[in-house]
Structure formats: structure tokens, C-alpha cells
């Protein structure tokens, strides 16, 4: 009687999934439960799926001969590489003892073919016992070791699946196509076949090796031999070294052409190369040393070594790139003052916390009020009224008035924005937040929103309150034109102003001198309810600058403050503080008990033109065109209807000029005539063409460049843009690109026509006027510079009458 052997295999899946597998007689597994068995269906499942769970280690079983199941703790089975031949797994099971495996890839005919295999009903069914598992019988749950057995054989498997892509490349698959070719021609080395078929392959990837095998000798000859021989000369260009005559002979070991060959045409026939080794260069002696190995071909363990050692570089880099910022940050804190502490942990407040303005803190020294502001008077008064709707609502309230929630300060660098801002957190009597518009953004994205939230957030809990935000065109740009984050700023900003919730009692104060480039959105009324315009100061407010500045310094009497502020025209409050300052510091380094009006006009000067060259190498000649070029332009101010008058004329060297003529206007001018442009146009032409009268056209100086390009700005701005010229019309244009080519062509002729106009008016004024051009000349050489009453005096009144005409 034939005795039977089932062998039983399960996973922990199956085993948990209650289901039963009957595999070609090899038994069945059954459910811990009969009746839950019998009231299952069962699920037919053919032996390759049995065998795909045992090969990725998800089912590791032991089979007897009873049919129980059992788990071995190494899970190791022995591989079944056919699931069809019961003979495998009679083998894989004894008599009356278990055996355990685990099964391998599968080989054959049979690989990936599922088969199903009825199942054993009458197979009496059993619980499935786990070895190595006391709960077993209870649980069915998997050993720690089974698990890390599953874990090994899966990795196993995705390097095998590794190994198996990167053999599928083409270099690798071209180099072990090469090895194979090497093997076989060593291996047989008369078998010229063999030799031309590796050689075919060496002349795509190195020409070189071809040549050294066939010149070694270890190639059988024939003609598809030296075909790749001759191949691998021309590739490395080798083929050049050889002489049609013998070239230079045998000595240097070149052989000639008519030897080459000769040499091929026996080797073609079967023979060898008459190579003589260590005969010269071309022949070299090969000395093979015992016990030096060949170098292995480079393989997977040097293509994962090689892998790791870059790996390795890359980690040793960025510790070093750490450890030195570590150092550079360490370094950098303990050079900061007061023992290395930002000032924001010294004042014991986050970076993130809004700086408050405190009255009581303030030196009495510092603090300012609106009697400190000069100058503006409509912009205090502006202010003023928020001020005093904050000390006094009820005023305003039973009006039906309402707090402005912003102003907006606009202006120029330097006319008092920020002034004003301090003098209302000196008068206001309420909490005064601040903060400048840099110090939002940093390098950290939303630290900009964080402290616009922060700052509203200090402000609500101190309402009513004020919020200073000075050069808010550092977050409040258009966004078109700002990154991401800058505009998550100006969003948040935007609502906290005037968003969902209301804030009542705050109002937000903010400066710039680019009100252009802000967002139409912050701009508009409901955020910044008012504008405030901050102009240059006018005479009067100059006059009130100067002479707040000027109280608490010792001055001279001589100093007319209402002079001086007919000669600053155009300037700001805070050039005005500097000229005080600056004439203040040059009478104290000259050892002066007062401030003269020789210095406050010294200090007028090196604000306008620079610091005065003492330095300066020049000769005489330079100084005396220098006295002609300043001539020319005075004559032609104190003679020319509509100019300015002169203030005075000096050829002493500041900043990049030789020279100037200063001119001050009787009083503010809001608007020029046409005579007066065309006077200024006249006063620059004038050092050039002093200087064609007296030394001619050839010896002109490069120094009338600038005042062309005053005279020749003044003329493109009457034709474009006030409508002066009759021949283009009444046009206005900022860019010649905004007009068509034909009226460029008449502005251009316009304005050529405007200056040589002007050119023949001077040269004819000045011809008229050569003795005063040669006495003033001669004046500033010996002086270097002249006022305009020194002027008068030099020339004798000669040009008083002509001046006053002109300028009524």
C-alpha cells in the first residue's frame, strides 16, 4: 500500500484569515473552529500563489505527516523550485518527522501559471498548532523572530530587484559584454575569430587597447585583424607618426610606412608582427612582478563604495559648515555691547513687541512739541487738531464727529515729517506706538505680518492711542512689484486698519517721501482719512529755521538772518539745521568766539558744491581761464533782463567744479516766465563764449559741458513741456518716446534754434563788454572770490543801471 505524505504550508494571513487550502494532496488547513468553517465558503487558491507568499517570507511552514502545521523559529525552508512534482514536497517531509522551508524563485515552464486544486471536503479539519508559540494555539500571532526572518527576505529581495536594474544599464551591460569577449579570445588564443570580434568592440571605447594587443602579440592574425588594427591608427591618430621613407629611422623607434605594412600584410596572412620587445619606444618590455595581482574590474561593491565616499564628503561639509556658523554667531554676539545682548533682551522685550513711545522716559532734552516745529505751519495745524481731538472728544462728538483713523505724511527728505510725528507723541497725552517700516521684514517669511499683528494688537489694549509707522513705503508699495511675503504684510497691515473688526481709537500716523509708490488701497480714504503735505519751507519759514537754530549760539552781528534766508533758497529744514551746524563746527575748529556770516556762507557753499579743494594743484593759466569762464557768466547775469541777481562769483575749486557764479532771487518764485528761462540759457552760455573771445574757438575747455547741459535741459523743457515754441505748439511730453518722429524732428530743431539764439545774443553782449570781462577777470584772480557789491565796486557801477532794468 503506497504511503501517503501530504505536506502542509500556511502563512500567518491564511492561517488568520480562516480559510482552507488543499494543494495537490498535500492536506488542508483548517479553521481553529469547525463550525465557523462549515459555515464559510471555501476559497481555492493553485500552488504558485502559495508559492509567491512563501517566497517574499510572508508564509514559512513546516509540514508532517499528519498534517499539522507548524512554524519553525528560523523560518527556514528548504527551496522548492517546482510546486507541481509531489516528489519535492514528499521530500520536503518525512515519515513520521516535519521538515520546514522556505520556497525560491520559481524555474520552469510552470513559473507564473496558477493552477486551481479542488479542495479536500473530506479531510477531516484541525487547528493549526504555531511552534515556538505557547499562545499559539490561542492567538495564531507571529514571533519577533518570523517577523525580522519576513523583514530580511524582503530587503534581500528589493537589493536582488537592485542589482537586477542596474545589470540592465547599458555601460554595465557593454562591460560585461567586454569581459566575456576578453575571457573567450585568452582562452583561445589562435582563434583569430574570436580576436576580431573583441576588437570590433575595444575600437568604440578605446582604440588604444586595441593597438596594445595587437603589438603585443596576443592576437591571432587575419584580416578582419587588421582591419581594427588600422582602424584603432586612425582613431588615436597614430597613423601620422609614420614616414613614407623611413622619416626618422630606427633609432627613435618610428617605423616607416612602407614596414607597416609589410608587417600587416604577414599578420593579415596568419603571422605575427616582427615586434622585437624592448627594441625602442614602440616596443616596450612588459615586466610582469610575482605577486601583484591584476586590479579587479570595477563592479557594484566599487559603485557603492564610491557612493558612500561622496556621501561621506557631503556630511563632513555640512558639520563644518555648521560648526563654523556656530562659531561666526558666537563670535558676532559676544562683540556686541553690554556683555553680547541685543537690546531687546536687555530691555527685557521680544523682537517681536512694538516699541511705545514713553513721555516720562524721554529726556526733557529730546522731547519735542509742536513749538519745536517751524516752518510748516499748515501741516502743525493739521495735526493739532488730532492732538486735541484725543485731549478733548467731547468737543468734537456732540457733532457728530468722528476720530480720522490715518494720516499721511507726504513730502521731501528733510522738510520735518518725522519731526511732526515726535511733536505729536509729545503733545498727545496718550500711549504712542512706533515703529519703522524696515524693521518688519526680516529673512524668516511671515515675521512681517506677526509684527503688524502685534503692534495693532498693544495698540487696541491702549486705546485711544497712536501708531507710527515712519517710511511706510518699505511694506506699503504697490504689490505688483513686491514678493510674496511683502505682501502678506501689506494684506495684514491693510486689514488691521480697516478690515472686518473695527478698531476703534487707534490712529495710524505714517511717513514717506514716495507717496507715488504706495498701494492704492492704503492710500484711500476709511485708511488714511488725511494727507498731509509737508512742503520745502517758503522765505518766511526759512527765516523761522534759522532763527530757531541760531538762538542758542553765540552769532555775530553782522548776520542777517533774513539775508541768509534769501540765499537758501530751495532748501529743506534739514539742510537749514546743517548749515547752522556746519558754520557753528568751522568757527569752533578756527578758534572764532562767534559764528560769522563769512562762515554760514562758507557752509552754504560746501552744501551746494562740495568740500573745497585746498589741495588742488593748478597753474596760472588754469586760474586765469578759470577768472574768464566765471566772468563770462556774471557779466551776462548783471546784463541780461530777467536774470537773477548775482550773489557772487568765485573760481576757487569745490567738489568737481573750478569754479561757480552764484545767483539768489529777490523772493520765492512759484512760477518762471519765458524771459526768465531764457535769461538762465543766456547766463550759461556765457562762460563758453568769454572763453571763444579771449583764446579763440580751437583752445574752448570741456568746462562749459555742464553749463550745455543746463541750457540745453532749459530749452527741451520750454518746447516740451510749457508749450514755448510756436513752430511745434502747445504740446506737453515727459519722454521723446511718447511722440511721433516727425514732432521729435521739430523739437530737436527748436530747441538747436532756442540755443544758437542765445549763443549769438552772449557773444555780442560780451564783445560789447570786453574791458569789464578782462577787469573782473583780473579781480578774481587776485581775490578768488567776489561778492556781488565787490562786483559792483570792481566795475565802478558800470552795470547797475542795466541790472535794475532788468530785474523790474
Not at 557753528?584 to 560769522?596: D, R
Not at 514755448?724 to 518722429?741: D, K, Q, T, W, Y
Request: glycine content about 10%.
Amino acid at each position: 500500500m503506497a504511503r501517503a505524505s501530504p505536506l502542509k504550508a500556511t502563512s500567518s494571513r491564511a492561517s488568520r484569515a480562516g480559510r482552507f487550502i488543499n494543494v495537490d494532496g498535500c492536506g488542508a488547513l483548517r479553521r481553529r473552529s469547525r463550525r465557523r468553517f462549515d459555515s464559510r465558503p471555501r476559497t481555492r487558491l493553485a500552488p504558485i500563489s502559495i508559492l509567491r507568499r512563501f517566497r517574499i517570507g510572508a508564509s514559512v511552514g513546516a509540514c508532517g505527516p499528519r498534517g499539522a502545521t507548524k512554524r519553525r523559529p528560523g523560518g527556514a525552508v528548504p527551496p522548492i523550485r517546482d510546486v507541481r512534482a509531489l516528489s519535492v514536497f514528499e521530500a520536503a517531509s518525512g515519515e513520521g518527522e516535519s521538515s520546514s522551508g522556505t520556497f525560491g524563485p520559481i524555474d520552469g515552464p510552470s513559473a507564473g501559471v496558477e493552477k486551481e486544486t479542488p479542495i479536500d471536503r473530506t479531510a477531516p479539519a484541525r487547528p493549526s498548532a504555531i511552534a515556538g508559540d505557547p499562545e499559539g494555539e490561542r492567538s495564531g500571532g507571529m514571533t519577533p523572530a518570523a517577523a525580522l526572518t519576513g523583514l530580511r527576505n524582503r530587503l534581500v529581495a528589493a537589493l536582488g530587484v537592485l542589482l537586477e536594474w542596474m545589470r540592465k544599464l547599458p555601460a554595465w551591460q557593454r562591460q560585461r559584454h567586454l569581459r566575456r569577449l576578453r575571457a573567450e579570445s585568452d582562452a583561445n588564443p589562435g582563434d583569430a575569430a574570436k580576436h576580431a570580434r573583441l576588437l570590433v568592440q575595444l575600437n568604440q571605447v578605446s582604440p588604444e587597447e586595441v593597438l596594445r594587443r595587437v603589438e603585443s602579440g596576443a592576437c591571432a592574425g587575419s584580416a578582419a585583424v587588421v582591419v581594427e588594427y588600422l582602424r584603432a591608427l586612425v582613431r588615436t591618430g597614430r597613423v601620422d607618426e609614420y614616414d613614407g621613407e623611413g622619416g626618422p629611422g630606427g633609432a627613435d623607434g618610428h617605423r616607416s610606412l612602407p614596414k607597416l605594412l609589410k608587417d600587416l600584410q604577414v599578420l593579415s596572412g596568419g603571422g605575427d608582427l616582427d615586434l622585437t620587445p624592448g627594441g625602442s619606444a614602440r616596443q616596450p618590455l612588459y615586466v610582469s612582478l610575482e605577486g601583484m595581482a591584476a586590479q579587479p574590474a570595477p563592479g557594484i561593491v566599487s559603485l557603492f563604495l564610491g557612493f558612500f565616499k561622496w556621501l561621506g564628503l557631503l556630511a563632513v561639509f555640512c558639520f563644518l559648515w555648521l560648526l563654523g556658523s556656530g562659531v561666526v554667531k558666537r563670535v558676532s554676539v559676544q562683540n556686541l555691547p553690554q556683555g553680547g545682548l541685543p537690546a531687546s533682551v536687555r530691555d527685557k522685550s521680544p523682537s517681536l513687541a512694538p516699541k511705545q513711545f514713553v513721555k516720562e522716559e524721554v529726556p526733557e532734552k529730546s522731547l519735542k512739541t509742536f513749538n519745536d516745529v517751524k516752518g510748516c505751519p499748515e501741516s502743525k495745524e493739521e495735526l493739532q487738531d488730532i492732538v486735541e481731538f484725543l485731549k478733548n472728544p467731547e468737543r468734537f462728538t456732540r457733532m457728530g464727529a468722528t476720530l480720522p483713523k490715518g494720516v499721511l505724511l507726504e513730502g521731501l527728505p528733510g522738510t520735518g515729517k518725522t519731526l511732526l510725528a515726535r511733536a505729536v507723541a509729545g503733545e498727545a497725552g496718550v500711549p504712542f506706538f512706533y515703529r519703522a517700516g524696515s524693521e518688519f521684514e526680516e529673512m524668516f517669511v511671515g515675521v512681517g505680518s506677526r509684527r503688524v499683528r502685534a503692534l495693532f494688537n498693544a495698540a487696541k489694549k491702549n486705546a485711544p492711542c497712536i501708531v507710527f509707522i515712519d517710511e511706510i513705503d518699505a511694506i506699503g508699495a504697490s504689490r505688483k512689484h513686491w514678493e510674496n511675503q511683502t505682501r502678506k504684510t501689506l494684506n495684514q497691515l491693510l486689514t488691521e486698519m480697516d478690515g472686518f473688526e473695527v478698531n476703534e481709537g487707534i490712529i495710524v500716523m505714517a511717513a514717506t517721501n514716495l507717496v507715488d509708490t504706495l498701494d492704492p488701497a492704503l492710500t484711500r480714504a476709511g485708511r488714511f482719512d488725511r494727507h498731509v503735505t509737508v512742503p520745502l519751507p517758503d522765505i518766511r519759514g526759512r527765516e523761522e529755521i534759522l532763527q530757531f537754530y541760531l538762538n542758542n549760539k553765540p552769532v555775530a552781528p553782522d548776520v542777517d538772518v533774513a539775508e541768509l534766508a534769501q540765499q537758501t533758497r530751495g532748501f529743506s529744514g534739514a539742510e537749514l539745521y546743517n548749515l547752522v551746524n556746519e558754520s557753528a563746527l568751522q568757527a569752533a575748529k578756527a578758534n572764532e568766539p562767534l559764528v560769522t556770516k563769512q562762515l554760514l556762507d562758507v557752509a552754504r557753499d560746501k552744501i551746494l558744491m562740495g568740500t573745497e579743494r585746498k589741495s588742488l594743484v593748478r597753474t596760472d593759466e588754469n586760474m586765469k581761464r578759470t577768472a574768464y569762464h566765471e566772468s563770462g557768466h556774471a557779466l551776462v547775469a548783471l546784463n541780461t533782463p530777467g536774470a537773477n541777481p548775482l550773489h557772487k562769483a568765485t573760481i576757487v575749486a569745490r567738489g568737481n567744479a573750478l569754479g561757480m557764479v552764484t545767483q539768489t532771487p529777490g523772493r520765492d518764485e512759484f512760477s518762471v516766465s519765458r524771459q526768465q528761462l531764457m535769461a538762465r540759457i543766456d547766463v550759461c552760455m556765457g562762460g563758453k563764449v568769454a572763453e571763444e573771445l579771449v583764446f579763440g574757438k580751437d583752445h574752448v575747455t570741456t568746462g562749459a559741458s555742464s553749463d550745455l547741459h543746463q541750457a540745453t535741459a532749459t530749452a527741451e523743457h520750454m518746447v516740451m513741456q510749457c508749450g514755448m515754441s510756436e513752430e511745434v505748439g502747445p504740446i506737453f511730453a515727459n519722454r521723446r518716446g511718447e511722440l511721433s518722429g516727425e514732432v521729435q524732428k521739430k523739437i530737436d530743431a527748436e530747441v538747436t534754434r532756442i540755443l544758437k539764439e542765445a549763443h549769438q545774443r552772449v557773444m555780442k553782449l560780451l564783445a560789447d563788454k570786453m574791458s569789464d570781462l578782462h577787469t573782473l577777470s583780473k579781480a578774481l584772480v587776485e581775490r578768488e572770490t567776489l561778492t556781488s557789491k565787490e562786483i559792483e565796486d570792481v566795475l565802478g557801477g558800470r552795470n547797475r543801471g542795466a541790472v535794475s532794468a532788468g530785474l523790474s
